[in-house]
């Protein structure tokens, strides 16, 4: 079994001995045990956290890389006008703490997610058109969530008041 130990973020499939497909549900678990496009045993024994994105290189203790694929499956693109119908769209499915693919193609912007009646009651409540599909579901990875994606920063203020003295403040996040 070739053991899969490190994320690498996106590769090129050239740079790929084989490929990985698999769907939404499985790549978001980091222990798994599967079988490459070609056939091949795989264990992946990666840190938990983000979902395997479809594009990004999986490196085995070898140093072989695997590319991993979002499969097809079950989806429910939902399509309203864009801007603010879409952003409020957006905002409501999200609030729901479910994960959503966001895109857009020749009929438009659009929203994915997995079936789920109450998402899709929603949706319709708040004027998206329904499509019921197979496609591959590869959702928004969050700000906080970005393999390879570091954030911090700091900066200061300072403020002056109509008295004699100013205050200095210094924020870190």
């Not at 740079?15 to 499985?26: G, K, R, V, W």
């Not at 091949?40 to 990666?46: A, I, P, S, Y």
């Not at 008041?161 to 403040?169: F, G, M, R, T, V």
Request: aromatic residues 4%; glycine residues 10%; negative net charge.
């Amino acid at each position: 079994m070739l053991k899969l130990t490190q994320r690498l973020g996106p590769v090129q499939a050239s740079a790929a001995s084989d490929t990985l497909t698999l769907p939404f549900e499985l790549r978001i678990r980091g222990r798994l045990k599967a079988q490459s496009d070609s056939g091949r045993e795989l264990g992946l024994f990666l840190d938990r956290g983000p979902v395997l994105r479809s594009g990004e290189g999986l490196k085995a203790e070898s140093g072989e890389v695997i590319r991993v694929c979002a499969a097809v499956e079950p989806v429910v693109t939902a399509r309203v006008s864009a801007g603010l119908p879409l952003a409020r769209l957006a905002y409501h499915l999200g609030n729901r703490h479910v994960q959503l693919a966001l895109g857009e193609d020749d009929k438009g912007s659009w929203v994915r997610f997995p079936p789920d009646h109450v998402l899709e009651e929603l949706a319709e409540l708040l004027g998206a058109e329904l499509e019921h599909h197979n496609a591959t579901f590869d959702p928004e990875p969050g700000a906080y969530n970005q393999v390879g994606v570091g954030h911090s920063h700091s900066h200061g203020h300072e403020h002056s008041h109509d008295h004699d003295h100013s205050h200095e403040h210094h924020h870190a996040h």
